[in-house]
């Protein structure tokens, strides 16, 4: 909130929600540490038009309707100009639902690509038709793989994007195991000992932080990496480096962000990211890297629409709207950020990027 002297008119506070506890957690401290580095950025300048941000975090990895109920908390004080984000699609839903398209809301995960998404929630992260299906289309042509074991955390996202795998598929029952475990699942057994799960060709991980990680260490224990190879669009460092880099063997991850250190602009965001947060700082990640391209992406809208007003922001996109700044999503269209995805393989705790999807 605004210190003693300053007035609403020159500040403009963002909520940011990320998960501090749960399988999500693990990712928590690198998305904040860049979402300050973005702020920073933007506050240097001129802020978000012509004022300054003040940042509150929420904790993204509590239930839906306590996250929603904190948000409508902070809504009721008509001091929030805008929210981001990295947490589940339950939450997303549950948070829309009480923000009521108020401000815009930019989220920053993956999502299902549901058709009745409140007005003011912007995608920043990808639809499954536009990654997680033409990553699996890629194994399929270079890899041979036609029949997928499907594993997932039991909420909305993971059962949508295992639909639009299905709908890409020759055949529904090229899908031959698909199972759904309650967030912060510990234990494996019953999709690993399933004998059906040796006809399959490859598997599609959606799950979240550390349960991804859990069950790639246990995937590995069963000496099946070295011929059933796996897909997740939701990994990044963090997870690779809990599971451990034996536990990474012919992992491949789909993503619209991927860090890339061969480039200018790559180095160039390290290097700042490293002055900002210091030596021993958290890595600036896959996820991390999202969630600081979201708040440049809200400040280049700002700049382009020249309001934060929501009927104003899906008017200019409905169309499609191009925008200007650091962020490798150039624009919307309607409420989908555009912009390149890529596939990457595992190495070790780091990723290699091998195509453009």
Do not use: K
């Not at 793989?145 to 997932?152: D, E, S």
């Amino acid at each position: 909130m605004p210190s003693f002297g300053q007035s609403r008119d020159e500040t403009i506070e963002i909520l940011s929600i990320v998960p501090t506890q749960g399988p999500g957690g693990i990712i928590a401290p690198s998305c904040t540490a860049a979402i300050s580095l973005a702020v920073d950025e933007i506050n240097s300048g001129t802020g978000i038009l012509g004022r300054e941000i003040r940042l509150t975090t929420l904790d993204g990895g509590r239930e839906p309707h306590e996250v929603a109920t904190e948000v409508e908390a902070f809504l009721a004080t008509g001091m929030v100009g805008a929210i981001t984000g990295w947490h589940t699609s339950a939450v997303r839903r549950a948070v829309a639902e009480v923000v009521d398209a108020r401000v815009p809301y930019l989220y920053a995960t993956d999502h299902e690509g549901l058709p009745d998404e409140r007005p003011g929630v912007l995608l920043v992260g990808e639809h499954p038709d536009h990654q997680s299906v033409p990553a699996a289309a890629w194994m399929g042509r270079e890899l041979g793989v036609r029949r997928w074991a499907v594993i997932g955390n039991d909420y909305i996202w993971p059962r949508r994007t295992a639909d639009a795998l299905r709908r890409s598929l020759p055949s529904p029952y090229d899908i031959i195991v698909e199972q759904y475990v309650p967030l912060g699942t510990t234990d494996f057994d019953d999709f690993l000992d399933n004998p059906a799960l040796l006809l399959a060709d490859a598997v599609l991980i959606l799950m979240v932080g550390a349960d991804t990680a859990r069950f790639n260490r246990q995937f590995t224990a069963t000496g099946l990496p070295a011929v059933m190879p796996r897909l997740s669009p939701a990994v990044d460092e963090n997870v690779l480096l809990s599971a451990g880099p034996s536990a990474n063997v012919n992992l491949y991850v789909a993503s619209s962000f991927f860090l890339d250190d061969h480039t200018t602009e790559g180095r160039s965001r390290q290097a700042r990211y490293r002055e900002h947060q210091g030596q021993f700082s958290p890595a600036l990640t896959t996820f991390s890297n999202s969630t600081y391209e979201a708040i440049h992406l809200l400040n280049s809208l700002a700049d382009t629409v020249g309001t934060l007003d929501v009927e104003t922001i899906m008017g200019r996109s409905e169309h499609g709207l191009v925008l200007d700044g650091p962020a490798s999503r150039r624009g919307f269209l309607g409420n989908q950020a555009v912009g390149p995805a890529h596939l990457a393989q595992a190495n070790g705790v780091d990723f290699t990027i091998i195509d453009d999807l």
